[in-house]
């Protein structure tokens, strides 16, 4: 039986969008986790398929410099493009011409090892960190952002968690998914002076249906209440259609591993209209 894995959180207040335009802003949602494997870039692309099958216009920017998003969603095509972290690098070159059609309603701005040079090249420099935000202030033709992140502590989660308005954290149920649950939420509250994303949803992933994960399901919400969504159960629909470049959403619409995403889906939806 893993131990407490952090305080109980409660929700916090809702997203107000953060300019005076008129053309409303994108919400921004930060798909993390220290953990590797947890299955953040596998909710990366499974729930822009379920904001994009009910009409949003979704923006995928992969964050990480092992571009696991990008190589899934563009293959071998994927080497060919300029990512994000060139842009970070030289933010007076905006964002423009990054993005690259990738699904119907998705598009995808590129990950590259730049992210891992910026990082570097950064390390000193106290604003470094706000420069995907500023970046992605200027999206105005999409109604959410999704930012897939790489598992571990640094600048891309740091850039990520400091440009996005809310964090979705999706987890496996073993000790050391907990642990590493906690170190993200530190890492956030560490982060909430500049105004860090707020978390908006724990998703426990990968969930046996035998029971096998109750336990550790019921857990988390001892832990995290109501900040814990519906549980995504493994599936090999998910993993099939992730190795054919699909959501599960049109993979198998009618499985339950789609209505899993599409009820996360529901919580990115209700946080956007809070916001508008
Ligand atoms: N619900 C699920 N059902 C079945 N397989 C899953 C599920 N979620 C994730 N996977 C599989 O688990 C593996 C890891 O998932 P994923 O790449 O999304 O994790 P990640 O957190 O992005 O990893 P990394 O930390 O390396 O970026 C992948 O092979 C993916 O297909
Ligand atoms: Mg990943």
């Known amino acids: 039986m893993p131990h407490t894995p952090h305080t109980p959180r409660t929700p916090n207040t809702p997203h107000t969008p953060r300019t005076q335009d008129e053309a409303p802003s994108p919400l921004i949602v930060v798909i993390a986790g220290r953990k590797g494997g947890a299955g953040k870039t596998t909710t990366a692309l499974n729930l822009a398929g379920a904001l994009a099958e009910r009409g949003r216009r979704v923006l995928l920017v992969d964050l990480d410099p092992q571009a696991s998003l990008t190589r899934l969603l563009l ?6 493009l300029e990512g994000i972290g060139t842009r970070i690098l030289a933010p007076q070159r905006g964002i423009a011409g990054l993005a690259t059609a990738v699904l119907p309603g998705v598009h995808l701005m590129p990950g590259d090892r730049a992210i891992e040079t910026a990082a570097m090249t950064l390390a ?4 470094g960190p706000l420069r995907l935000r500023k970046l992605l202030a200027a999206v105005r033709d999409s109604d959410v952002i999704l930012l897939d992140t790489p598992p571990a ?5 740091n850039t990520a968690l400091l440009a996005a308005h809310v964090a979705v954290l999706p987890t496996a149920l073993a000790q050391q998914d907990f642990d590493a649950l906690a170190d ?5 509250d560490e982060l909430d002076e500049l105004r860090a994303a707020r978390v908006l949803a724990i998703v426990p992933n990968a969930v046996r249906r035998d029971g096998h994960d109750q336990e550790g399901v019921d ?3 001892r832990c995290y209440g109501s900040l814990v ?5 493994l599936s090999v629909a998910v993993k ?4 054919s470049r699909r959501p599960v959403v049109t993979y198998e619409p009618h499985g ?3 209505q899993a995403y599409r009820a996360l889906a529901d919580i990115v939806e209700k946080e956007r209209d809070n916001g508008a």
Request: aromatic letters at 2%; zero cysteines.
């Open 153 to 157: 502590l640094g600048f891309a989660l």
């Open 184 to 188: 993200t939420l530190t890492l956030r």
């Open 124 to 127: 000193d420099n106290p604003t």
């Open 219 to 221: 857990l988390l919400r």
């Open 75 to 80: 293959g071998a095509d994927a080497a060919e």
């Open 229 to 233: 969504s519906a549980p995504i159960p």
């Open 256 to 258: 339950a591993a789609a």
């Open 240 to 243: 099939r259609a992730g190795n």
